[in-house]
């Protein structure tokens, strides 16, 4: 299960069930065409885990208004509406509470209790959607895929789907090969309507699933859903829905965080669908390119994108140009192995001086006398816990839960290692330390005194002064580098990761005149944002229009 819900109950939780609001299942039919002025009856549309029916309720209510207006005229019968609809399951008790559902619904428009249940043994598969054999293509995809982590799925199972679907790549959500086999099913000239977490659309896990859409599909649609009450519980990680069909296409249109009520998404899919786009129109804009191999999709506007493919084809990598993107150590037992350094009885050269974000939120460190225990000789060995009698001691008698960790139990003989290795040359390097959430760029110079916590990023430099670099990463260009690719998070937040920071373009150091130098670096020092602006857009020599584009704070 993705950790981007709250106040749900667990075992639903658990299943990656998110119900989805009846105002935004409207919204998607409309965008893929699913509409009751069409005879619905001669196309077919999957959903492909229908949870509580909040889609397959409605699709059935036009379904069954299409059908009703065609029916006298075209002498219809219940039997034309056998192959309307494919839904699937695999939850037992949730396929058996919406299928009584259905039938009530059915009855309500006047079929038999019979005619009811014959119609929804005709609909609804109780199956693994990726497992279950379907022989057939649909005209519409819709739905909401279940959001659950590879961690809860069985290593026998998920190896069956790995076998099965080239998308399943690093540690994808369970709704990657969920698109990916939806797609597959797509007829000619099909379209499938989604609403899903968007970390696949930038994430390095998400890659094989973009190059696959990339070479055979096209984005026709993608709404932001950031900050919108589109389902039934609070979900932290932004959705975004996707209309995607079969086939090429330049444009892609774009719609940010509408208003969640009837009519206003009635409207905006009239607008989304309409043949031109206004010029004045700001509520629908079109892009080009925003799909593009395996490459993160842009979905800022043109000329930030133009903007950030300028910067991409001029300068090189942060990490070609002698920078290093890592991230701090993870223990697995944060109680046992962080402490206060005088609370801690072990030998002294056995603690590290530990920076954390709490240690940082005034842009400088502010220790709070944390160590990390480093259970490594320098060579990265495993130090021999007999040559360090306070430590044996301290581990051992804390040994049942230190034993517990998968790394752990991965390898018993290392049981006392923390998940990462500890480098203790790093602890004295000078580095930039970057928490992983943030609204705005907070990057804190550290003169090489600490070591980083797993929650803490950091940027080492042989080559770079790391104050300038430091009035680099705090500009609004590098902002825009961050926001473009990252995920961003409920309330604005971004994240800063590494996978993020590293596509970041540099000029080499050496090339850099001394008087950018200089004025880079005492930008950081005195931590104004107007100035590391400044000398950002000269370093990179932004022009007029493209310091606009990023604010202008360069003027």
Same mark, same amino acid.
């Given at each position: 299960?993705?950790?981007?819900?709250?106040?749900?109950?667990? $075992?639903?939780?658990?299943?990656?069930?998110?119900?989805?609001?009846?105002?935004?299942?409207?919204?998607?039919?409309?965008?893929?065409?699913?509409?009751?002025?069409?005879?619905?009856?001669?196309?077919?549309?999957?959903?492909?885990?229908?949870?509580?029916? !909040?889609?397959?309720?409605?699709? /059935?209510?036009?379904?069954?208004? +299409?059908?009703?207006?065609?029916?006298?005229?075209?002498?219809?019968?219940?039997?034309?509406?056998?192959?309307?609809?494919?839904?699937? $399951?695999?939850?037992?008790?949730?396929?058996?509470?919406?299928?009584?559902?259905?039938?009530?619904?059915?009855?309500?428009?006047?079929? +038999?209790?019979?005619?009811?249940?014959?119609?929804?043994? #005709?609909?609804?598969?109780?199956?693994?959607?990726?497992?279950?054999?379907?022989?057939?293509?649909?005209?519409?995809?819709?739905?909401?895929?279940? *959001?659950?982590?590879? $961690?809860?799925?069985?290593?026998?199972?998920?190896?069956? *789907?790995? +076998?099965?679907?080239?998308? /399943?790549?690093?540690?994808?959500?369970? *709704?990657?090969?969920?698109?990916?086999?939806?797609?597959?099913?797509?007829?000619?000239?099909?379209e499938l309507g989604f609403i899903c977490a968007d970390r696949?659309?930038?994430?390095?896990?998400?890659?094989?699933?973009?190059?696959?859409? +990339? !070479?055979?599909? #096209?984005?026709?649609?993608?709404?932001?859903?950031?900050?919108?009450?589109?389902? #039934?519980?609070?979900?932290?990680?932004?959705?975004?829905?996707? =209309?995607i069909n079969r086939g090429s296409g330049k444009y892609t249109r774009i719609s940010h965080q509408p208003q969640i009520s009837s009519n206003v998404l009635s409207n905006l899919s009239r607008l989304i669908l309409s043949k031109n786009i206004p010029r004045?129109?700001?509520?629908?804009?079109?892009?080009?390119?925003?799909?593009?191999?395996?490459?993160?999709?842009?979905? $800022?506007?043109?000329?930030?994108?133009?903007?950030?493919?300028?910067?991409?084809?001029?300068?090189?990598?942060?990490?070609?140009?002698?920078?290093?993107?890592?991230?701090? =150590?993870?223990?697995?037992?944060?109680?046992?192995?962080?402490?206060? #350094?005088?609370?801690? !009885? /072990?030998?002294?050269?056995?603690?590290?001086?530990l920076a954390t974000t709490k240690n940082i939120i005034s842009g400088e460190m502010c220790w709070q006398n944390q160590v990390v225990?480093?259970?490594?000789? !320098?060579s990265g060995e495993l130090v021999d816990l007999e040559k360090y009698p306070k430590l044996k001691k301290y581990l051992e008698d804390r040994k049942e839960i230190i034993s517990a960790r998968h790394c752990a139990k991965k390898n018993p003989s290392n049981w006392y290692r923390t998940i990462d290795r500890i480098t203790p040359s790093l602890l004295t390097q000078k580095k930039l330390l970057i928490p992983d959430i943030k609204g705005q760029a907070h990057i804190v110079y550290e003169d090489g005194n600490f070591y980083p916590h797993h929650n803490l990023y950091y940027v080492i430099s042989l080559e770079w002064d790391l104050h300038a670099l430091q009035a680099v990463l705090m500009s609004s260009l590098s902002r825009l580098f961050i926001s473009t690719y990252s995920t961003k998070m409920k309330g604005g937040f971004l994240r800063f990761q590494a996978q993020y920071l590293r596509r970041i373009r540099l000029p080499l150091w050496e090339t850099v005149s001394e008087t950018v130098r200089n004025d880079l670096i005492k930008a950081a020092q005195e931590r104004d944002l107007f100035m590391c602006n400044q000398a950002t857009f000269k370093l990179y020599q932004l022009s007029t229009e493209e310091q606009e584009i990023l604010g202008g704070d360069g003027n």
């Open positions: 299960m993705s950790d981007n819900l709250t106040d749900f109950d667990k $075992e639903t939780t658990s299943r990656g069930a998110i119900y989805t609001r009846s105002e935004i299942v409207n919204f998607i039919l409309d965008l893929i065409g699913y509409t009751e002025d069409k005879p619905l009856y001669k196309l077919n549309i999957l959903e492909p885990s229908f949870g509580n029916g !909040d889609f397959l309720s409605i699709i /059935i209510k036009r379904l069954i208004c +299409s059908w009703k207006k065609f029916r006298d005229s075209n002498n219809l019968n219940i039997k034309n509406l056998f192959d309307a609809v494919c839904a699937v $399951e695999i939850h037992d008790a949730t396929f058996n509470k919406t299928r009584f559902k259905l039938i009530e619904q059915l009855k309500n428009e006047n079929f +038999s209790t019979e005619e009811a249940i014959e119609l929804v043994e #005709h609909w609804l598969v109780k199956d693994d959607f990726l497992l279950t054999t379907m022989n057939q293509s649909f005209n519409f995809v819709v739905g909401n895929p279940p *959001y659950v982590r590879q $961690e809860l799925i069985k290593d026998s199972l998920i190896s069956k *789907y790995r +076998s099965l679907y080239k998308t /399943i790549y690093d540690r994808a959500d369970l *709704y990657i090969p969920f698109i990916e086999r939806s797609l597959s099913l797509l007829s000619d000239k099909g696949w659309m930038k994430n390095k896990y998400g890659s094989p699933l973009r190059q696959f859409i +990339s !070479d055979n599909f #096209h984005l026709k649609i993608y709404i932001d859903m950031t900050d919108t009450n589109s389902f #039934h519980s609070n979900v932290i990680a932004y959705p975004a829905i996707t =209309v004045d129109c700001s509520s629908v804009r079109e892009l080009a390119g925003v799909v593009n191999g395996y490459e993160p999709w842009i979905l $800022e506007s043109q000329d930030q994108t133009n903007l950030i493919r300028r910067i991409e084809k001029d300068f090189p990598l942060l990490e070609e140009v002698g920078c290093k993107v890592g991230i701090g =150590v993870a223990t697995g037992a944060d109680k046992i192995f962080i402490g206060k #350094h005088d609370e801690l !009885d /072990i030998e002294n050269d056995r603690k590290l001086p225990i480093n259970p490594f000789e !320098d």
